[in-house]
C-alpha cells in the first residue's frame, strides 16, 4: 500500500511540474536571441549563387531571393529591394559569353550599395538512407559597397566561405514524393524555410516558437 501511494505521488508530483513548466513557458516565453546582424537602410539585392545547379530548378532560385526580399522590407530591414529575378537574368546573359561575374561587377550593375550574396551548398528532399526529410544549406555574405568590404561575417569581400544556414524539416509521407505536384509543394515549403531562417539573422527573435518541434521527425 505504501509502494502504491509513493507511485502515485510521484506521478502527480511529476505531472504537476509539467504544468508549472508549461504555465512558465506560456508565461516567459524561452527568452530572444539578438540579431546577428543589423542590415543598413540602403537600397539592397538578394542574390543567389547556384553554378553547380544544387537547386532542382532554376526557378526556386528567384522564389528563395523574392521571399527574402519581402520579409526583408515587410519587417523594415530595408526600405527597398532591387527585383533579383532581373539581377539573375543580367548575370545569367554575361556567363552565357563565358564571363564569370564577381560580386562587386554585380552590385554595381545593379546599381546596389547593400548585396546579401547567398551561396548554395545543398538542397534535397531526402536524408541518408532516402529519408523523405528536407533538408538544405547555403553560405551568407554582406557587401557594404559604402565601405568596400564584407561586413557579415567581417572580412575582405573576396574572403572565402560566409554564415552557414543549415535546416531540416519535419519528415513528409512517401506518398508525396510519387508525384511530380508533391514533390514540388516540398520544394516550396523548403524555400520558405529557408527564407525564413536567412532573414532570422537580421532581427531579433523568439528563441524557439511553441510546438515547433512537437510531434514525430
Excluded at 7 to 27: D, E, K, Q, R, W
Excluded at 55 to 75: D, F, G, K, W
Excluded at 80 to 86: A, G, K, Q
Aim: glycine share 6%; aromatic share 8%.
Amino acid at each position: 500500500m505504501f509502494i502504491l501511494l509513493g507511485s502515485l505521488f510521484l506521478a502527480f508530483a511529476s505531472t504537476g511540474c509539467n504544468y508549472i513548466v508549461m504555465a512558465n513557458y506560456a508565461l516567459e516565453g524561452t527568452g530572444k536571441t539578438p540579431a546577428e546582424h543589423a542590415l543598413e537602410p540602403w537600397e539592397t539585392l538578394v542574390f543567389i549563387d547556384d553554378p553547380a545547379n544544387i537547386l532542382p530548378r532554376t526557378v526556386l532560385r528567384a522564389n528563395l531571393a523574392e521571399e527574402i526580399s519581402t520579409q526583408l522590407v515587410t519587417r523594415q530591414l530595408v526600405p527597398l529591394t532591387v527585383e533579383p529575378t532581373d539581377a539573375m537574368a543580367m548575370v545569367r546573359s554575361r556567363e552565357r559569353r563565358g564571363d564569370r561575374m564577381s560580386m562587386e561587377q554585380i552590385a554595381k550593375e545593379a546599381d546596389v550599395p547593400q548585396l546579401i550574396f547567398i551561396e548554395m551548398e545543398s538542397f534535397s528532399l531526402t536524408e541518408s538512407e532516402w529519408v523523405p526529410r528536407p533538408n538544405a544549406s547555403c553560405l551568407i555574405k554582406v557587401l557594404d559597397f559604402e565601405q568596400g568590404r564584407r561586413v557579415y561575417p567581417q572580412g575582405d569581400i573576396g574572403d572565402y566561405g560566409g554564415r552557414r544556414i543549415s535546416v531540416s524539416m519535419r519528415e513528409i509521407s512517401p506518398e508525396s514524393m510519387r508525384s511530380t505536384s508533391g514533390r514540388r509543394q516540398a520544394e516550396l515549403n523548403l524555400v520558405s524555410r529557408l527564407a525564413r531562417d536567412i532573414v532570422k539573422l537580421f532581427y531579433e527573435y523568439e528563441t524557439k516558437d511553441l510546438g515547433e518541434n512537437l510531434g514525430t521527425r
